[in-house]
């Protein structure tokens, strides 16, 4: 099963996108592994999960960090953004999720 991951600061409001996200996938009939992760974890995560992870979102609150974690993401060819900042403050899962699916397609 692919994943997305989203990294962030700490994980507590970005783990209420990921509920929302996870409704939405199942009512879409999608089968995708969406978790989130500490930001610092990232290059822990993709060496531990090759060719599994589909696409990686950043947390608003760490958006400073993309150009640095882009370079760790292109060398497993994985896409990377920053979540909608308005999207994740409304925990709009639907959004989020096909922020997601635009990247990986």
Do not use: W
Request: net charge neutral.
């Amino acid at each position: 099963m692919k994943r997305i991951v989203l990294a962030c600061a700490a994980g507590m409001s970005t783990s209420m996108v990921v509920t929302r996200m996870e409704k939405e996938a199942a009512a879409r009939g999608l089968s995708y592994h969406i978790y989130a992760i500490p930001e610092q974890n990232l290059r822990e995560e993709l060496e531990n999960n090759p060719g599994e992870v589909a696409v990686v979102l950043l947390g608003p609150q760490v958006r400073f960090k993309l150009e640095e974690n882009r370079k760790l993401t292109d060398s497993h060819q994985i896409p990377i953004a920053v979540i909608d900042s308005v999207a994740y403050g409304t925990l709009n899962g639907a959004k989020v999720l096909d922020q997601a699916l635009a990247l990986v397609n």
